[in-house]
């Protein structure tokens, strides 16, 4: 499954965006979703994650209550709502697909399948 990400940019503090991942296959219907981040000089960390259903969700702590993440598998898509954001959330955010155990989505090298990434920058 190849996965493209977009809907990065420049805002505010306390602004929002949104990001979309768009899979090419239909085969996306049948994999957890995850939302991960790499800002400059630090190891990509976990940010979020879907079921297959979507019937369960995961949060990082520093993103809970401000990120919501979705899936519409009738259009091969998810998403990551960010509101509230701030500077710390300044990174490239990636989203990748897994069959693992729904127990290790938030550990990356499980992922096997990543988009291109999507620049988000917080900045006054």
């Known amino acids: 499954v190849q996965l493209q990400a977009s809907g990065g940019g420049l805002v505010q503090p306390g602004g929002s965006l949104r990001l979309s991942c768009a899979a090419s296959e239909r085969a996306f219907v049948n994999l957890h979703v995850g939302w991960f981040r790499q800002a400059p000089g630090k190891e990509r960390e976990f940010v979020a994650a879907?079921?297959?259903?979507?019937?369960?969700?995961r949060y990082a702590d520093s993103v809970k209550g401000r990120f919501t993440i979705s899936r519409v598998n009738a259009k091969n898509m998810a998403y990551l709502q960010m509101n509230n954001l701030q500077p710390a959330d300044t990174a490239i955010y990636y989203c990748?697909?897994?069959?693992?155990?729904?127990?290790?989505?938030?550990?990356?090298?499980?992922?096997?399948?990543w988009g291109q990434g999507t620049l988000v920058t917080v900045s006054s």
């Open positions: 990748a697909v897994t069959q693992i155990l729904w127990a290790y989505v938030h550990e990356a090298h499980r992922y096997s399948n």
């Open positions: 879907i079921t297959r259903s979507a019937s369960s969700t």
